[in-house]
């Protein structure tokens, strides 16, 4: 299994508040880059909130290929934000693609 860094770009139709994010991020907290050697050392953060209300979140997912952990990466992507309150109206997903890429992560 190899380990991937994943970016999602999106866009909140609104803004969204501190309790969202907050809920959001730790919905995402297992798929957190900081696990990683690249995500620790390049900082990458789970969750990032542009000012014009686009967001980034950078997700590690283990899967046997890029395509199966881009699928993956989009399906946590979705489930957390569902999971944080925001349907597909309040918060947009752009295309998954793959930043990183670990083999030899744990």
């Known amino acids: 299994m190899t380990t991937y860094v994943i970016t999602v770009p999106g866009t909140f139709a609104t803004g969204v508040g501190d309790g969202a994010r907050a809920r959001l991020s730790r919905a995402l907290g297992p798929a957190d880059p900081h696990t990683t050697r ?16 686009t967001f980034t979140l950078r997700l590690t997912v ?14 946590l992507a979705d489930s957390a934000l569902r999971g944080a309150g925001l349907d ?10 793959i930043t990183g890429i670990d083999s030899e992560a744990d």
Do not use: F, I, K, S
């Open 38 to 53: 690249m995500g620790y050392a390049e900082d990458l953060d789970v969750l990032n909130v542009n000012e014009d209300n």
């Open 62 to 75: 283990h899967a046997d290929t890029g395509p199966h952990a881009v699928e993956e990466a989009g399906r």
């Open 88 to 97: 597909e109206g309040a918060a947009a997903l752009g295309p998954a693609v």
